[in-house]
């Protein structure tokens, strides 16, 4: 099948990251992480707000009662969006100054799972972590090199998970009610060659859209037998991550990056760092928004576990 992108946003970042579609408000929002930014666009009127937080940014999850939760380069953050203040919630790996945290995003239950990768290239330093609504903070998994895409199967029975250096996503049982996670098996390997997998999304057919870092492309794969099922080309190797949006859901947001590519590489690439969208012939479900409360009693009760 022949897809036609569109750039959404041409501004390249360094690397946008984290797409975020508001269903209610009809906003795109996404991260550019070394630089510190949270992006927010209006695509019906174009108008664009940009949040600087002062440190590397990873992902950004919306709020039931408004604003947003951050996973970034020192912790979990609430954000108001209406003046830009941090509230800082947890940072579990204050202990390693040498990580961040990097993808991030909300259960059906309003929990937010994000995880953590090193900024100085050590394998199996990361950890994935999940924020429940107690505001307590779970370490779920260890020893993983880069924490990446996180998304559920429609039914929430599913977990899919990927650590980019494994270049393999794995589904694990899920356990809605309390957020635990079992019976890790592989469900999708990316063949050699074609990058590794960074972000991910859903679609409601339970297919899984993967963008492939180094791979020029977005993916549709069948997580029951792990077939590949459909390609986005993108005019850019480093693709990140990708969301359902617009207003009916058939629409998907690409993400892509510029770090790390030489000039030869960048005037090869003229979009790379760019935003693109494309229409496809499935729905996408909504992101769930966190219900954890930013009041100053929650703030002072974040604990680990």
């Keep these: 099948m022949t897809h036609q992108l569109k750039i959404v946003h041409s501004q390249p970042a360094d690397l946008a990251e984290g797409p975020c579609w508001d269903v209610d408000g009809k906003l795109l929002y996404w991260v550019d992480i070394p630089a ?15 949040i600087a937080i002062g440190q590397q940014v990873g992902a950004i999850a ?4 408004g604003g947003a939760i951050l996973a970034a380069q020192h912790g979990l953050y609430f954000l ?9 919630l947890a940072d579990p790996e204050a202990h390693l100054p040498d990580n ?13 799972w994000a995880g953590t990768m090193s900024m100085n290239g050590k394998k199996e330093e990361g950890s994935l972590y999940c924020l429940d609504q107690d505001m307590r903070v779970r370490k ?9 895409g996180i998304s559920w199967s429609p039914d929430n029975s599913i977990m899919y998970y990927i650590d980019s250096l ?3 996503v794995n589904a694990f049982d899920y356990e809605l009610e309390t957020g635990e996670i079992s019976n890790p098996r592989v469900v999708v390997q990316i063949p050699e060659g074609q990058g590794v997998p960074d972000g991910m999304t859903t679609d409601t057919e339970g297919m899984l859209w993967i963008a492939q870092w180094g791979g020029y492309k977005v993916s549709r794969w069948n997580p029951m037998d792990g077939t590949l099922l459909d390609e986005i080309k993108v005019p ?13 859901l058939d629409q998907l947001f690409i993400t892509s990056a510029r770090q790390g590519l030489n000039p030869q590489q960048l005037s090869e690439q003229l979009y790379a760092g760019a935003v693109f969208s494309v229409q496809v012939n499935v729905k996408g479900m909504p992101l769930h928004t966190t219900i954890c409360d930013c009041s100053a009693r929650w703030h002072s009760a974040v604990r680990y576990k």
């Design 36 to 50: 510190g930014k949270i992006h927010i666009m209006n695509l019906e009127t174009q108008v664009e707000q940009i």
């Design 62 to 65: 919306l709020r039931k009662s």
């Design 80 to 88: 108001d969006l209406e003046t830009g203040e941090i509230v800082h």
């Design 100 to 112: 961040r945290f990097n993808d991030g995003k909300c259960d059906a239950r309003g929990r937010f």
């Design 140 to 148: 779920m998994l260890g020893n993983v090199g880069v924490s990446n």
């Design 166 to 168: 494994t270049k393999q």
């Design 236 to 248: 850019a190797a480093q693709v990140t991550s990708c969301v359902f949006g617009g207003e009916t």
